[in-house]
């Protein structure tokens, strides 16, 4: 059964830093392209950043070029997201999603297997 969960999330002061992990079961990650998205309260759920299954094309969000970094380690089946310079607008729930072998985007739609998700809150 194919599983993501992800963990890593907190409360945490504007200008601070965290990472966030992606840890996968029940499929072999180096066939997978994993986008990182996030939904703030009463609004849609936006992508964030995105890596391909090779590991060699990344995307990221206007909103976060510069601060935050996905990565991935397929021994581990494990992505991760370093967000750094945490802003108070970063606050959300943050969701790992898995298409496979697509192409690195930031829409949803593509994308067929969700986690959880982990609450970011950055404070002020």
């Known amino acids: 059964q194919l599983q993501l969960v992800e963990s890593g999330g907190g409360l945490v002061h504007s200008g601070t830093s965290l990472r966030l992990s992606c840890a996968t079961s029940?499929?072999?990650?180096?066939?997978?392209?994993i986008g990182w998205f996030r939904q703030a309260p009463g609004k849609e759920r936006e992508g964030v950043s995105c890596i391909s299954s090779s590991g060699g094309s990344t995307n990221y969000a206007d909103s976060v070029k510069g601060r935050f970094t996905i990565s991935r380690d397929n021994a581990k089946n494990t992505v991760y997201l370093q967000m750094n310079s945490l802003r108070p607008e970063d606050t959300a729930v943050y969701y790992c999603?898995?298409?496979?072998?697509?192409?690195?985007?930031?829409?949803?739609?593509?994308?067929?297997?969700w986690g959880q998700g982990t609450q970011v809150t950055v404070s002020s």
């Open positions: 999603a898995a298409r496979l072998f697509g192409l690195c985007v930031l829409s949803t739609a593509p994308y067929n297997y």
């Open positions: 029940g499929f072999p990650l180096n066939r997978y392209t």
